[in-house]
């Protein structure tokens, strides 16, 4: 079965960074993009942007634009979001979720990590 | 960016009520690629309706969504217990997809 399994909590400082992780199994991991949503305490579901997992092209969110990398190692099958610059704006649970579809960008989420929080906390 | 709007914010009903949710785009949502998610509280979002009006697998059928261009609809024929929970609409038709603030069924 389809699993995507995320990183633990994260607590950090204002200016930071943090790199969470996603590890997928029970699919060929190449096959599917892979998105990242946040959802801040109470809030509603934010976008942040989207990796291929064949061939690591990525979108972002414009507001995330310059502070937000997303990568793959194949290898392990595992994506990352790393987010520097942190703020006290930045603290949510912090979700990937993989693409329903194999083919092309245009694919909703299906399966979805259990989330990460991360705290920005001076 | 296309911006979603959800209507209403808060919907009250008793469980046997159909609900209706409605999300509004700022512009047409390409191919019809808008996406329901159902919520329930520190859990992920779950994927209920793609495209639409297609049914994720395992979903029940008094689940239905309707609708194209800059008006979709979600449908819950009969609430169920466990369908009180908070719906998100996404579209995922543009370079950069966007969600709606959400619609909260509770139970009156």
């Known amino acids: 079965q389809v699993q995507l399994v995320q990183s633990g909590a994260e607590v950090k400082k204002p200016g930071a960074s943090v790199k969470v992780s996603c590890k997928a199994s029970?699919?060929?991991?190449?096959?599917?993009?892979i998105s990242w949503v946040r959802q801040a305490p109470g809030q509603g579901l934010e976008w942040m942007g989207w990796i291929s997992a064949y061939n690591g092209n990525t979108n972002y969110a414009q507001k995330l634009q310059g502070r937000v990398t997303m990568t793959t190692d194949t290898s392990t099958s595992t994506a990352y979001m790393e987010l520097r610059s942190l703020r006290s704006d930045d603290t949510a649970v912090y979700y990937c979720?993989?693409?329903?579809?194999?083919?092309?960008?245009?694919?909703?989420?299906?399966?979805w990590g259990q989330g990460t929080l991360v705290t920005v906390s001076s | 960016e296309i911006v979603l709007t959800q209507s209403p914010g808060t919907l009250s009903l008793s469980p046997g009520e159909r609900a209706t949710l409605s999300c509004r785009a700022s512009?047409?949502?390409?191919?019809?690629?808008l996406a329901w998610y159902q919520q329930k509280p520190g859990q992920a979002p779950r994927l209920l309706i793609y495209g639409a009006s297609s049914r994720a697998t395992g979903i029940p059928d008094r689940f239905s969504g309707s609708g194209s261009g800059t008006d979709f609809t979600l449908t819950i024929s009969r609430l169920e217990p466990e369908d009180f929970a908070v719906y998100y609409c996404?579209?995922?038709?543009?370079?950069?997809?966007?969600f709606g603030p959400g619609t909260k069924v509770d139970i009156k």
């Open positions: 029970g699919y060929t991991f190449t096959s599917y993009g």
């Open positions: 996404q579209q995922y038709g543009s370079s950069r997809r966007t």
């Open positions: 979720a993989r693409d329903l579809g194999s083919s092309g960008y245009y694919q909703p989420g299906v399966y």
């Open positions: 512009q047409s949502v390409s191919s019809s690629y």
